[in-house]
């Protein structure tokens, strides 16, 4: 995160933090550039991985000095020859030797003694709780002139660190973190050995500890319980200046990571001085925030609550950290939530590829990246914000996973309709019987594949909102109601199919059946052996059978078919019972045919000639003036006007009634939809409600037809017999 912080051309760079940050100046205001520099010297990345030790001491005692040197520091200090405070406020620098720990950060805190500030305890009081809220170690810079004067200002300023110690940690029962004190003895003669030294100085902190007063329920408190103390010598700087060198480069071996078992006596450090149990937890991302917190607390003088405070970094950060996190989301994300709103803007479903690993990667990729930073502040406040970005995060996919699901279900029904309609269509062009119900449990078994595919893509492990196997179960049911469309579809077509046949067959064979009443011998002619002579008689009963005999074989092929594609028996019967309609209706168009004028008249004058013009034999007759023209022509005549009334109305010899067409179309099975029947034309007897009867349905020809048909008839023979007649005589004149 700190990457974008430090790039070239942004403000921050290490040359303008020469002599370090302010981190508090003069007029007790925060510099918040503290973050910056932390970026600037790549402390801020380096979580709990970093030190914080500040300095105390009276006036002009050389802590700048001292730091400079131990850690290769730049803080100004006095000119030997002005001796004029330098240092104002709080100064803090990263350590520049290479030998110490990593990411040392130093705090050179103004002097004590208010020679320059007046009688400021104030500033003294504050910068000692900003010291103890935030360093780990304290370093006590200390003339060895100074050791035993009990009323000096060092005392002073060490019963401050220990009131404001106790006020501090009187709220952080937890953790009740711990300090170390380390006292610099500076311009060491050597006289005293630094033991002596120690001893006089221990007696003094116990003095001190014990004249402070404790807050209720930690009277009883001792000073060992908050400070560990640790003690060096340095010689005289100016004096020894090699020795002095020496010394510091000795001193500076100290500030490694050290641990207990290094302890001597019970109160004192040796070795190492950065024990765990002095850090203050505070990630160095969040440093900033909290010390800002922290002085600002201070500078109002409200009580210093370092777990609130604590809470409050951490609500602040893991804010930050999140929003930084959904920036990262936003990058992977916000163009497919775009590409996906286009897509629904002009309805296209549009189903984005790879949707569930990017989503899954990008979430998880997320919630790591926040793990890593946030997860080192406030337990229960990390929890709650981790949750609320998961939260948010989620929010997101959801969204998109649903339109995601939206758009592959859209494109997976519509896809399945047409491959159904395609294959189906390629099956008729190709001419080969194709299996209706297989193309669709192929097409079906494909798109649900596919669905289910995305369905497992989407899905991430221990996360309940991305199982989507409803919508998978929609899905499958929406292919279901899609076959049934296009079975019936497929029904229709299939109707179509047999329908033509049947009208096919009918023309043929009613042609057949009509083309014999051209015929007059039809009666007497030459039957085959054994076989009952067609008579005009049977007619109708001729045609029935022919008609009922197709319709069987037609309804038996439709059944076959449909059953093929697991058409259900009621689509069946409804099938069948309009085939059956639509078969008659065919029928009846065919006789029509068969008895329009001119067509009817033909038959008639064929059935008249062959009776009038041929004998019994079948031989055509000469007509000579001796035959009974006249006779025979009535006879023939009349025997060929019987027909007309035959012909006029479908019936059937055997019971001299129509046939039972209401029996043979069957009632009209609940299945059959009113959108069904919109092409089906009306048949007298059947449907009730058309008002025509079945005598009607019946009907062939007319009273009028009839009456039309008979006059032209007669006089269509009238002509043929006084051709007859004409010949006869002519063959006399011959
Ligand atoms: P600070 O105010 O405590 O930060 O003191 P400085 O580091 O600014 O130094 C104050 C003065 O003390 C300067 O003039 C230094 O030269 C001088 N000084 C630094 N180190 C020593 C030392 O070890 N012994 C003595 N006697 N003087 C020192
Ligand atoms: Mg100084």
Redesign the pocket.
């Known amino acids: 995160m700190n990457g974008h912080f430090a790039a070239v051309g942004d403000a921050p760079n290490k040359a303008q933090y020469g002599h370090g940050v302010q981190v508090i100046d003069e007029d007790k205001e925060f510099n918040s550039n503290l973050s910056s520099y932390l970026v600037a010297t790549d402390v801020a990345e380096s979580g709990f991985n970093y030190h914080l030790i500040s300095v105390f ?1 009276s ?8 730091l400079n040197n131990l850690f290769g520091t730049d803080f100004n ?4 020859t002005e ?1 004029r ?3 104002k406020g709080i100064w803090m620098s990263k350590n520049k030797t290479t030998s110490m720990t990593d990411n040392i950060l130093v705090m ?1 805190v103004e ?1 004590t003694d208010g020679r320059e500030r007046g009688e400021d305890q104030d500033f003294e009081r504050k910068s000692a709780l900003f010291a103890l809220a935030t360093s780990e170690v304290l370093i006590v ?1 200390i003339w060895e002139h100074q050791v035993g004067l009990y009323q000096g200002a060092n005392m002073g300023l060490l019963k401050t660190v220990f009131e404001v110690n106790l006020q501090l940690f009187l709220k952080d029962k937890q953790s009740t973190p711990r300090s170390l004190l380390f006292f610099v003895i ?2 060491h003669i050597g006289n005293t050995p630094l033991a002596n030294l120690r001893n006089t100085l221990i007696q003094d902190l116990t003095k001190i500890w014990s004249s402070i007063s404790k807050p209720q329920g930690l009277e009883n408190s001792r000073i060992e319980d908050y400070f560990d103390f640790a003690f060096a010598a ?1 010689p ?3 004096l020894q200046p090699d020795k ?1 060198v020496d010394e510091v480069k000795n001193l500076g071996k100290r500030f490694v990571t050290g641990n207990r078992s290094a302890k001597v006596g019970e109160r004192e450090l040796e070795g190492g001085v950065f024990l765990p149990e002095y850090h203050r937890r505070i990630p160095a991302d969040g440093f900033s925030v909290y010390a800002e917190g922290v002085w600002d607390q201070i500078v109002n003088n409200k009580d210093l609550d370092l777990p609130t405070q604590q809470e409050l970094l951490a609500q602040f950060r893991c804010d930050e950290i999140s929003r930084e996190v959904l920036i990262l989301f936003d990058t992977t994300i916000g163009p497919l939530e775009e590409q996906q709103a286009e897509a629904s803007r002009i309805g296209k479903p549009l189903v984005l590829a790879d949707l569930g690993e990017t989503g899954k990667q990008i979430r998880e990729k997320c919630v790591k990246a926040f793990e890593i930073q946030a997860g080192r502040y406030h337990k229960a406040v990390y929890a709650r914000k981790r949750a609320e970005l998961e939260g948010k995060i989620d929010q997101r996919l959801k969204t998109l996973y649903q339109g995601q699901l939206t758009a592959a279900h859209k494109s997976g029904v519509a896809s399945f309709s047409d491959a159904v309609s395609g294959d189906v269509k390629a099956g008729q062009k190709s001419g080969a019987a194709y299996e209706f119900a297989e193309i669709v449990a192929t097409e079906k078994a494909k798109c649900l594949e596919q669905f289910k595919t995305e369905v497992q893509n989407l899905s991430i492990q221990g996360i309940a909102w991305t199982n989507f196997n409803s919508q998978l179960v929609l899905f499958e049911k929406e292919l279901d109601e899609v076959s049934a469309r296009l079975r019936k579809e497929e029904m229709r077509r299939l109707a179509t199919r047999v329908e033509r046949w049947v009208k096919s067959r009918l023309g043929d064979a009613v042609s057949v059946e009509f083309n014999k009443l051209g015929s007059g011998r039809a009666g007497s002619g030459a039957p085959e052996e054994g076989q009952k002579p067609p008579t005009e008689k049977d007619l109708w009963d001729r045609i029935w059978n022919v008609f009922t005999s197709v319709v069987k074989e037609a309804e038996s092929r439709f059944t076959d078919r449909a059953k093929s594609f697991e058409a259900s028996e009621a689509e069946v019967e409804v099938g069948l019972w309009r085939l059956r309609r639509k078969s008659w209706v065919a029928l009846r168009e065919k006789i029509d045919e068969e008895v329009m004028e001119g067509n009817i008249l033909l038959k008639l004058r064929e059935n008249f000639e062959d009776k009038f013009r041929y004998d019994e034999a079948g031989v055509p007759r000469i007509w000579r003036p001796a035959d009974d023209i006249e006779g025979i022509y009535t006879r023939a005549r009349e025997s060929t006007l019987t027909l007309v009334p035959l012909l006029s109305r479908f019936r059937l010899s055997t019971t001299y009634a129509p046939p039972d067409l209401n029996t043979f179309i069957g009632n009209q099975p609940a299945e059959a939809e009113a959108e069904d029947e919109d092409d089906l034309a009306p048949i007298g007897g059947v449907d009730e409600e058309d008002g025509k009867s079945l005598e009607e349905e019946m009907t062939v020809l007319s009273e009028g037809k009839r009456q039309d048909l008979v006059v032209r008839f007669k006089k269509m023979a009238d002509g043929v017999y006084v051709e007859a007649k004409r010949s006869a005589i002519g063959g006399v004149s011959q």
């Open positions: 001491g006036q002009s005692t050389g802590k700048s000095t001292l200090v006095m000119s030997e001796r405070q330098t240092t050179d002097g810079n500076r311009d340095l005289h700087k100016i002095f």
